[in-house]
């Protein structure tokens, strides 16, 4: 069973820094494509970005709204993706959702909680 | 970037009803749609790819349909299992995008 558990949510101030994990277990993480996709409260889905497996040269893409102060890494070693946020705003708070495929997301973990608040 | 509009937002419905989701992308994205029910508290799961091919698990009452820039999701017979709300989402452009989502509630 394919099983993505994130972590490091948590409260911050606007203009702070914070990074998410996500481990993964129960699939080939070498070969993975994986994203991140989050849900401000009370709101619908919104995709963040994804990274390729390394396999397949590890690139990235990003939505606009987070593109210059987010990135997405991946660590083979560990089988954990990460989601590194900078310059944070009230507008990135949410539940962050860690998903694995490219662009059609077979399965999601259950979310962290990212604050943003003065 | 590419826009999904689905409508309506909201529907109120009884066990045993047919219910009918519209996504209407922007611009043409072939087949490249995606279908995504979420209950409450919960994290999404996938339910139908590629426009119209049920993902495995996903019950028969399920269906979608649809290419270019109209798709719909169909529900037969609504089970009480089925109140969430329904997303669709493009994978025809690098960058993604989800619809505003479909709540489908007890009538």
């Known amino acids: 069973e394919v099983l993505l558990v994130e972590s490091g949510g948590g409260s911050v101030k606007p203009g702070e820094s914070l990074r998410l994990s996500c481990a993964a277990s129960?699939?080939?993480?070498?070969?993975?494509?994986m994203a991140w996709v989050r849900q401000a409260p009370g709101k619908g889905l919104e995709w963040v970005g994804r990274?390729?497996?390394?396999?397949?040269?590890?690139?990235?893409d990003y939505a606009a709204p987070v593109k210059g102060r987010f990135t997405i890494s991946r660590d083979e070693s560990t089988n954990t993706l990460y989601l590194q946020m900078n310059s944070l705003k009230s507008d990135d708070a949410g539940v962050y959702f860690c998903?694995?495929?490219?662009?059609?997301?077979?399965?999601w973990g259950q979310g962290t909680t990212v604050t943003v608040s003065s | 970037d590419i826009q999904m509009t689905q409508s309506p937002s909201s529907l109120s419905a009884s066990v045993g009803d047919r219910v009918t989701i519209a996504c209407r992308a922007s611009?043409?994205?072939?087949?490249?749609l995606n279908w995504y029910q979420q209950k409450p508290g919960k994290a999404p799961s996938l339910l139908i790819y590629?426009?119209?091919t049920l993902q495995s698990g996903v019950p028969s009452r399920f269906s979608g349909s649809g290419s270019g820039t109209d798709f719909t999701l169909t529900i037969n017979s609504l089970q009480p299992e089925d109140f969430a709300t329904y997303y669709c989402?493009?994978?025809?452009?690098?960058?993604?995008?989800f619809g505003g989502g479909t709540r489908v509630d007890i009538k």
């Open positions: 998903v694995s495929g490219y662009d059609v997301f077979d399965v």
């Open positions: 129960g699939i080939s993480f070498t070969y993975a494509w």
């Open positions: 990274i390729k497996s390394e396999a397949n040269g590890g690139t990235t």
């Open positions: 611009e043409n994205i072939d087949t490249y």
């Open positions: 590629a426009a119209s």
């Open positions: 989402q493009q994978s025809s452009s690098v960058l993604l995008s």
